[in-house]
Nanobody, 120 residues
Framework: VQLQASGGGLVQPGGSLRLSCAAS????????IGWIRQAPGKEREGVACIVSGDGNTYYETSVKARFTISSDTARNTVYLQMNSLRPEDTAIYYCAAMDPYYPLEDPDYWGKGTLVTVSS
């Protein structure tokens, strides 16, 4: 299984970034595919994921009004549009494949992360 993340970077507070995750080696529609993040000194947390098989999406409470997750099943790729970014969103973001019955919990698979830094 490979989950290839891209799109991180440095952005000012209030700015936007779009993360991409290309998945291979698994049945794309069978998982809740999305993002977990880990900030320095903090626990890992689920951010957002989507089950392409039924279209269900899940969000961590603090991002629900600001982030939008989507998928392109033809490309086995998931996107996370992050708007109104805050300094507390700074973290390493990992693309992850999670059990659709336990979304945003411990992932079955995850890839190398991409760093998102929100700072002026």
């Amino acid at each position: 299984v490979q989950l290839q993340a891209s799109g991180g970077g440095l952005v000012q507070p209030g700015g936007s970034l779009r993360l991409s995750c290309a998945a291979s080696g698994l049945t794309f529609d069978d998982y809740c595919i999305g993002w977990i993040r880990q900030a320095p000194g903090k626990e890992r947390e689920g951010v957002a994921c989507i089950v392409s098989g039924d279209g269900n999406t899940y969000y961590e409470t603090s991002v629900k009004a600001r982030f939008t997750i989507s998928s392109d099943t033809a490309r086995n790729t998931v996107y996370l549009q992050m708007n109104s970014l805050r300094p507390e969103d700074t973290a390493i973001y990992y693309c992850a494949a999670m059990d659709p019955y336990y979304p945003l919990e411990d992932p079955d698979y995850w890839g190398k992360g991409t760093l998102v830094t929100v700072s002026s």
